[in-house]
T-cell receptor, first 115, second 115 residues
Framework: EAQVTQNPRYLITVTGKKLTVTCSQN?????MSWYRQDPGLGLRQIYY???????DKGDVPEGYKVSRKEKRNFPLILESPSPNQTSLYFC??????????????FGEGSRLTVL | AQSVTQLDSHVSVSEGTPVLLRCNYS??????LFWYVQHPNKGLQLLLK??????LVKGINGFEAEFKKSETSFHLTKPSAHMSDAAEYFC?????????????FGAGTRLAVHP
């Protein structure tokens, strides 16, 4: 089954404790992206990757890191989480040309709470 | 720059009555427009897309949307609501930032369907 898998789905942590949210897709997609969803703000892009070893900042990259060492994986790293990073996070992937096709495939989300 | 505004944060309808979710966009060129749906505790799923072909676009589950350039609108409609339509809906426009094509999400409209 074609899917984007995120882990963990739920996490409560404390300020400053490094964490990683993993994302893996099995569709051989070139493009992958991380979003955060906050009430009233829709989805905002954190980082994206056009292909292996190619990553770039989205609209809200502060406090986050990513890497793309393999095509299927795109982990999101919070080196020193703060309470303002409490949010619902989504990983998404697309074959290419998202501007025209618009078809992003989303994971089911990771709800992070930073105390 | 591209932007999208969803005019209602919440819409409530009775089962069997029509659904209208409103979306206005701003774009400096002919845009691609999309609607995504997010069911509770799930990732987002593409509902339908407009990419400069027919102005009336049909999507999954009986939804459709009409692109009206003169009104800069892309409203989502369904003739008869079903309980399973209760979800959050996002209007999305494709944009360009520094040569990179991205999707810009509206803030979302939560649709409630009552028996």
């Amino acid at each position: 089954e074609a899917q984007v898998t995120q882990n963990p789905r739920y996490l409560i942590t404390v300020t400053g404790k490094k964490l990683t949210v993993t994302c893996s897709q099995n569709m051989n997609h070139e493009y992958m992206s991380w979003y955060r969803q906050d009430p009233g703000l829709g989805l905002r892009q954190i980082y994206y990757s056009m292909n292996v070893e190619v990553t770039d900042k989205g609209d809200v990259p502060e406090g986050y890191k990513v890497s793309r060492k393999e095509k299927r994986n795109f982990p999101l790293i919070l080196e020193s989480p703060s309470p303002n990073q409490t949010s619902l996070y989504f990983c998404a992937s697309s074959q290419s040309g998202i501007a025209n096709t618009g078809e992003l495939f989303f994971g089911e989300g990771s709800r992070l709470t930073v105390l | 720059a591209q932007s999208v505004t969803q005019l209602d944060s919440h819409v409530s309808v009775s089962e069997g009555t029509p659904v209208l979710l409103r979306c206005n966009y701003s774009s400096s060129y002919s845009p691609s427009l999309f609607w995504y749906v997010q069911h509770p505790n799930k990732g987002l799923q593409l509902l339908l897309k407009y990419t400069s072909a027919a102005t009336l676009v049909k999507g999954i589950n009986g939804f459709e949307a009409e692109f009206k350039k003169s009104e800069t609108s892309f409203h989502l409609t369904k003739p008869s609501a079903h309980m399973s339509d209760a979800a959050e809906y996002f209007c999305v426009v494709s944009g360009s930032s520094g040569g990179y094509n991205k999707l810009i999400f509206g803030a979302g409209t939560r649709l409630a369907v009552h028996p």
